[in-house]
């Protein structure tokens, strides 16, 4: 007879795959089988499609617009301009930063490829067809392409309908063309460091002007149904909640007549973050036609009009003393914005949370100053796979302190670990006013220089560049090194708001009687596998294998509140809220668990899926029994059922950090760079599903070799924007990208229910300034300080040009 | 990026193809791989009304090796080209450059008429064309005209085939036995189109270069043959000067555009280094 002895605990934890379980993607099953249902996959009896006409320049009046040969068109349903919409005072939007946004042009277009009429028609090839004959007179206007430029005194104005509103959602404007100014720190103490300083460098560092290029582009799907006067709208929203608010309000349609749903979403690394022209006019031609509307845009509007990140010019300031202890910090960025400011960063933060731009460092002074302005180039400015301009702050300080290193003839690995926040200052506050919760900068950057043999790479780069002195070979190597502190987690509802709705996040559970669960939160999964990793905390909560409980997401009707998901923010702020309401299941459990064993609450100890009796582990109720029990005892002083809800408002933003050490061999005569190898150590607190945090990782580090290598959206000087293709838009194959080494340390958040600070974009924010610091390395003993990103063939040559390299 | 409308044919002979294409002239376009066509409609940058598909024409198919001179069919695949270890014994460069064009999907599909006959200069086969001296069979409703390849190509996307003409086949004198070859291109990524690139094919006897060819691509609005770079080789022991030369006469008649992929002057400097490797992978080939 085969008797079955009870499973050892081993068994019990690995059977919940909960914590730290390498668990494979639930959602895998249907993405690798096509079986996924993204926005364009929807369709709906009647639906009609939008398509857009646009502006062919960067700067232009409308002198006038004729559809008739457009509406005469067979197939052809309506044709939407400025003048349709002003009437329902729905020509402009708000934007997330507190100005608004043409949603089609009124009377002027700012910006190449901006949205001047909408035509609905029966399908989508005959709505392309009526776009071209859609007949706009244009007269041109000098276009302003040099953010430097933005406030002279005779620059072009731009925005014509708030040329007399001299007082901007963030403060005084200072020109017709200025959006903001934004500082913090102690100006008058940074100036006096840098003048009080044995050894200063200054530079003014660039981040190029970049997308977010998810491979699903953005677009809904709106349908009002007049008979009971619910407006639905499928969409690629990062943020479904704030949607439907935003929607009521410049609606007036009454919430809870909308009905906003994220279905599964192609990537949106911040793109899917704002609300574009196509949603208001989807929802306004469904509205008026009665039947819904589809728009959903190429990838070459993608590129061109929906929102970009960075463009940040960056002018840092370092003083340190001779012997290399940083003394202070002075750093200004000229920020553009484009036509109109879109940028999707708490209302406090028009520059996001830049101000983390002292890094890892204990910089005892700092100031940095942040100015907006206008430009003819799209709108956007957001925070593309990193936190609110964060990848900009630790582009910005990873760059300094390097070239403080070569000013100080000092290796840049020592020079961080001369100048990090020591272990034990934690929690630390910056002069910058962030309070870090927890590091260990000091371990991760050793461990990461062992691994990689730091000291004997060095040493080879020694040997190289005296074998290319020799003429041996025409290759040069790299070394980069680059610490970066995130801050993700937005955020603690005190300081941390978008159009006034607090950025805390959500999770409701219920738990079924046979003791499976369903669970829903206020996120939305763009690919960060939410329905994996969040059973995974619950199933460690609350003893229910992660596989018995279902994940859902991004339907308004259903899902408890949330601000969604960008800047690394749901594994700290939902993933909290899913821990604390496991634990109120879990309370409620013990006292059910209680009243079966017939003993006090008092008398219970959890045990990996069950409680058991203190000192008589062999009395114990599973967490299956106590479900059922819920639904089927009349329990004294208990309601039945087993459910919880818990909305979580973070204490403190969370700190992961990391080292990343790159290897690139540069060919000078072609400037073709080999990154030879990358390492890549992760310190993202709490582990949940390290298979997970793998796959994060290499997405981010090959996106972050995208950005520092090649991609790079311009504009010519009459506003013609340059690379809004994926021919010219450079976006890395498996073939470009190279191996990824990852390692961690582990420091959990002493704040975090799980102690997990977020990782999805760390790879971002160190990679890009690893790749350039490396790029930099290479051609260092040459005496290059800094070049702008990317850094392409072409570019990488010209350096290599310029320092008398080439024949 | 949606094309304008059209009606789609698929002839299965040549005269079929060819009655289709000069009933409809002006308003009608060969359809081969469409990897070239299809992006251009999705731009509105051509629209045909009339796509004649030649990928069910049998006759177009066949690559045929004889004694001295090969044969392509239009519609053989870059793929097919790849695959064939015939071809790849007596002409090893046309395998080496279509494993440098775009990536497997595409080259499953795109053709090498379809790559050849547009005179798109980014196209890597034109310059190879160049440096075979190969033929290139017209055929319309007049019959059969052969033009040779150097003489193919007037400006970006004009060339000497009239609209009522398909390019039916590809031919060349068989290179000699021992010959060495080499394509190098640099570009930005895969599927990328080259920044700069250079075919050369030449012989080498008793350390001395006997014959040479070299062809260059995307460093002009056509495909470059290099003749005085090459007439620079020969004789010489392809020596450090040798080489130098070639290259600054290469470097002379190239005349690329300034674009994403970098300024004329980058990518000039380009091409004399892919130029130079070139001669010096197709050195270490040759014997
Ligand atoms: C992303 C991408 C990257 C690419 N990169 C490269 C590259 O690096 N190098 C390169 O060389 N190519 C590249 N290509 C092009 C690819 O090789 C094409 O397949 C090829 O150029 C055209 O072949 P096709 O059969 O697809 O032609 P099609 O697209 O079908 O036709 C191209 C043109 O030629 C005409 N045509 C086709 N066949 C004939 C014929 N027999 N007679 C007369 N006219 C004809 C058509 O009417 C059309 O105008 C790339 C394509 C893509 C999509």
């Known amino acids: 007879m085969n008797v079955q002895s009870p499973p050892t605990d081993k068994q019990r934890i690995e059977k919940l795959q909960g914590l730290g379980s390498s668990r494979k993607r639930v959602e895998d099953a249907r993405f690798t089988q096509g079986k996924g249902n993204y926005v364009d996959d929807i369709k709906l009896p009647g639906m009609l499609f939008g398509d857009f006409v646009r502006s062919p320049y960067g700067h232009a009046r409308i002198k006038s617009i004729n559809k008739d040969a457009a509406l005469a068109m067979p197939g052809v349903v309506a044709v939407l301009t400025a003048e349709d919409l002003k009437p329902l005072n729905l020509h402009y939007m708000p934007t997330l930063a507190g100005d608004v946004q043409a949603v089609l042009a009124d009377e002027k277009v700012l910006f190449q490829a901006q949205e001047v009429a909408f035509v ?73 460091a840098l003048a009080d300083a044995d050894v ?25 149904d007049k008979i009971n006067g619910k407006l639905t709208l499928w969409g690629t929203f990062q943020a479904p909640h704030a949607v439907r608010t935003v929607a009521s309000l410049i609606t007036n349609i009454p919430e809870h007549k909308i009905r906003v749903v994220s279905p599964d979403i192609g990537g949106g690394f911040g793109n899917k973050v704002g609300v574009y022209p196509g949603y208001i006019c989807s929802a306004v031609a469904s509205i008026v036609t009665g039947v819904p509307i589809k728009w959903v845009e190429d990838r070459m509007e993608n590129l061109s009009a929906t929102a970009f990140a960075r463009d940040y010019h960056m002018t840092g300031k370092l003083a340190a003393t001779k012997d290399g202890v940083i003394t202070g910090l002075h750093c200004h960025v000229l920020a553009d914005h484009g036509a109109f400011d879109a940028c999707a960063d708490p209302t406090k933060f028009p520059a996001g949370f830049f101000n983390i731009c002292t890094g890892s460092y204990d910089i005892p002074v700092a100031y940095c100053g942040v100015d907006g302005v206008y430009t003819n180039k799209a709108p956007g400015g957001v925070a593309y796979r990193c936190s609110f301009r964060v990848t900009e702050a630790a582009y910005m300080i990873e760059r300094m302190v390097d070239i403080l290193a070569r000013k100080l003839d000092m290796d840049p690995a020592e020079l961080r670990m001369k100048n990090f926040i020591k272990k034990e200052q934690f929690p630390y506050t910056s002069a910058l006013g962030w309070e870090y919760d927890s590091g260990d900068y000091h371990t991760a950057l050793e461990k990461g220089m062992e691994s990689v043999s730091y000291k004997a790479l060095r040493a080879e780069q020694v040997d190289n560049r005296a074998a290319f002195e020799r003429g041996e070979t025409r290759k040069l190597m790299g070394i980069g090194v680059a610490f970066f502190t995130e801050i993700v987690g937005a955020g603690p509802v005190k300081n941390c708001d978008i159009l006034g709705l607090g950025m805390f996040d959500s999770c409701e559970i219920r738990i079924h ?28 909560e609350i003893g229910i294998p992660a596989e018995d409980i279902t994940l859902e997401e991004g339907d308004t009707d259903t899902a408890p509140y949330g601000l969604g998901t960008y800047g690394s923010r749901s594994t700290p702020v939902a993933g909290a809220a899913t821990a604390m309401a496991g634990r109120k299941i879990r309370a409620k459990a013990q006292m059910i668990a209680a009243y079966l064993l017939e003993v006090h609450e008092g008398d219970l100890e959890w045990d990996i899926d069950r409680f058991q009796v203190k000192g008589n582990p062999e ?34 933003m969370t700190y992961p950090f990391g080292a990343y050490i790159c290897v690139v061999d540069i060919d000078v005569d072609t400037g073709v760079t080999d990154i030879r190898s990358f390492y890549a150590l992760d310190d993202c607190g709490t582990r949940i599903n390290p298979m997970i945090i793998e796959g994060q990782v290499h997405g981010g580090l090959t996106e972050a070799l995208a950005i520092a290598m090649g991609q790079e959206i311009s504009y010519d000087e009459i506003g013609n924007i340059k690379g809004g293709s994926l021919m010219d838009f450079y976006l890395p194959t498996a073939v470009e990208t190279p191996m990824w080494t990852t390692d961690f340390t582990t420091t959990p958040s002493p704040h975090h229910p799980i102690g997990a600070k977020g990782v999805g974009e760390s790879p971002n924010v160190g990679g890009v300034p690893a790749f350039s610091n490396a790029v930099h390395d290479a051609f260092a003993h040459k005496g290059l300080t800094h070049t702008q990103m990317p850094h392409d063939h072409w570019r990488v040559w010209k350096t290599a040009q310029k320092l008398g390299l080439t024949d | 990026m949606i094309p304008g409308s059209f009606d789609y044919h698929r002839p299965s002979t040549i005269d079929e193809a060819i009655g289709l294409l000069a009933s409809h002239v002006g308003d009608a376009l060969i359809l081969a791989g469409g990897h070239s066509l299809i992006p251009m409609m999705k731009l509105r940058m051509a629209t045909p009304e009339h796509l004649i598909d030649i990928q069910d024409i049998y006759d177009l198919s066949a690559i045929s090796i004889g004694a001295n001179q090969i044969d392509i069919g239009a519609t053989v695949t870059q793929a097919q ?175 690329p555009a300034s674009d994403g992929r970098g300024p004329a002057e980058y990518r000039t400097h380009l091409a004399g280094i892919m130029v130079k490797r070139a001669i010096e992978t197709a050195h270490a080939r040759a014997g």
């Open chain 1, 120 to 192: 609905v028609a029966k399908d989508r090839y005959i709505a392309a067809d009526a776009c071209e004959l859609v007949e706009v007179e244009y007269e041109e206007l000098p276009a302003l392409v040099d953010a430097f430029k933005a406030m002279d005194a005779d620059a072009p104005l731009l925005r014509e309908d708030i040329k007399d509103k001299m007082e901007g959602a963030h403060g005084a404007r200072a020109h017709y063309n200025h959006i903001f100014h934004w500082d913090c720190g102690d100006e008058e103490g940074a100036n006096k």
């Open chain 1, 513 to 540: 009687p046979t003791g499976s669960a369903i669970a829903r939160l206020g996120t939305i999964s763009q690919g960060q596998g939410h329905a994996t990793t969040f059973a995974q905390i619950l199933a460690t």
């Open chain 1, 200 to 224: 200063t460098v200054e530079e003014m560092i660039t981040y190029q002007r970049v997308h977010p290029c998810p491979l699903e582009t953005c677009g809904c799907v709106a349908s009002m």
């Open chain 1, 619 to 652: 009395a114990h109720k599973t967490m299956k029994e106590i479900a059922f029990a819920s639904y089927n005892q009349a329990i004294p002083g208990l309601e039945p059922g087993l459910e919880a809800v818990s909305y979580y408002d973070p204490p403190n």
């Open chain 2, 81 to 255: 080209l790849i695959h064939s270890e015939e071809l790849a014994d007596c002409c090893p460069i046309l395998r080496e450059t279509s494993l440098q064009i775009a990536d497997p999907q595409i080259r499953n599909l795109g053709t090498i008429g379809g790559n050849v006959a547009n005179g798109d200069p980014g196209n890597d086969m034109p310059a190879i064309m160049q440096l075979l001296d190969a033929d290139y069979v017209l055929q319309g409703p007049d019959g059969t005209r052969t033009v040779k390849a150097r003489a193919y190509y007037e400006a970006a996307y004009f060339t000497a085939r009239s609209e009522n003409e398909i390019l039916t086949s590809i031919r060349f004198t068989k290179p000699a036995a021992g010959h060495g070859s080499s394509y190098h291109k640099q570009k930005r990524k895969i599927g990328d189109y080259a920044t700069a690139a250079a075919a050369v094919m030449l012989e080498v006897s008793n350390g001395s270069c006997t014959s040479a060819s070299i062809a260059m691509t995307n460093l002009a609005d056509t495909p470059l043959w290099a003749e005085a770079a090459a007439n620079a080789l020969i004789g010489s022991a392809l020596d450090a000067d040798a080489i130098a030369a070639a290259v600054a006469a290469a470097r002379a008649i190239t005349n």
